[in-house]
């Protein structure tokens, strides 16, 4: 993977940056989490996510580690969502056994979206927070 500076995983911030628990999801954001699962089994990759744009399409994907050319999940699933048109996106999720989200796919969420939430979740499903900021 790309290198970069990560991110804090579970850190569920309010408008003050603050921290608390992680909080249950919406059906929308557990099916992101249900897609990016899926991305990552189906190849055996490190890394799996998917992204909801503006129109509520979503796109999935999984972490590539080729000699040539490297992408994290979440950099490649908003990559995906930019390639079919979206100008925004609603919110991500990350599935990755990582204790912090990279840098690199959170900048690529922020380039579409400045507040758009990335949920951060283990292999299980289980949701290890949301990265606000």
């Given at each position: 993977?790309?290198?970069?500076?990560?991110?804090?995983?579970?850190?569920?911030?309010?408008?003050?940056?603050?921290?608390?628990?992680?909080?249950?999801?919406?059906?929308?954001?557990?099916?992101?989490?249900?897609?990016?699962?899926?991305?990552?089994?189906?190849?055996?990759?490190?890394?799996?996510?998917?992204?909801?744009?503006?129109?509520?399409?979503?796109?999935?994907?999984?972490?590539?580690?080729?000699?040539?050319?490297?992408?994290?999940?979440?950099?490649?699933?908003?990559?995906?969502?930019?390639?079919?048109?979206?100008?925004?996106?609603?919110?991500?999720?990350?599935?990755?056994?990582?204790?912090?989200?990279?840098?690199?796919?959170?900048?690529?969420?922020?380039?579409?979206?400045?507040?758009?939430?990335?949920?951060?979740?283990?292999?299980?499903?289980?949701?290890?927070?949301t990265v606000v900021e």
């Amino acid at each position: 993977m790309p290198e970069s500076s990560a991110v804090p995983a579970a850190v569920v911030a309010g408008p003050t940056g603050s921290a608390a628990a992680p909080t249950e999801l919406s059906a929308e954001d557990t099916k992101l989490v249900v897609l990016a699962r899926g991305a990552r089994s189906r190849v055996g990759a490190v890394e799996g996510a998917s992204v909801r744009d503006q129109d509520g399409r979503t796109y999935a994907a999984a972490s590539v580690a080729l000699p040539s050319l490297a992408l994290t999940a979440l950099q490649l699933a908003v990559a995906s969502a930019a390639a079919a048109g979206a100008t925004r996106l609603e919110a991500a999720a990350v599935v990755t056994e990582a204790s912090t989200l990279d840098g690199a796919g959170h900048a690529a969420v922020r380039d579409l979206a400045a507040d758009a939430p990335i949920h951060v979740a283990a292999p299980n499903g289980t949701l290890l927070g949301t990265v606000v900021e």
